[in-house]
Nanobody, 124 residues
């Protein structure tokens, strides 16, 4: 089992920045690919960003490319999501997820472990 706990959400204005953190425990963190998803009210959960086990390979959804950066610190068992130039449409609950294996996964159905989420609200 892997336990994931997100933090760092909050209320910000459009154009502001936030950094989300996801602390992992339970298994060897560096054995897992990590991903961020988000779910806005009334919408399905969607992929935001992912990072490979070593931290070298990353993937992003098209609408966050150039604004969001995913990173990880395997020594601290933590993955981060730096969000810049936030827009009202970024408002959602952001979830951290984990999956083992060599391939980075980007759909919710493929992830094995989930955190409970942290709310990000961007006002216009």
């Amino acid at each position: 089992q892997v336990q994931l706990v997100e933090s760092g959400g909050g209320l910000v204005q459009a154009g502001d920045s936030l950094r989300l953190s996801c602390a992992a425990s339970g298994r060897t963190f560096s054995n897992y690919n990590m991903a961020w998803f988000r779910q806005a009210p009334g919408k399905e959960r969607e992929f935001v960003a992912a990072i490979g086990m070593s931290g070298i390979t990353t993937k992003y959804a098209d609408d966050v490319k150039g604004r969001f950066t995913v990173s990880r610190d395997n020594a601290k068992n933590t993955v981060y999501l730096q969000m810049n130039s936030l827009k009202p449409e970024d408002t959602a609950v952001y979830y951290c997820a984990a999956r083992g294996g060599l391939i980075i996964r980007t759909t919710p159905e493929e992830m094995n472990y989930w955190g409970k989420g942290t709310l990000v609200t961007v006002s216009s």
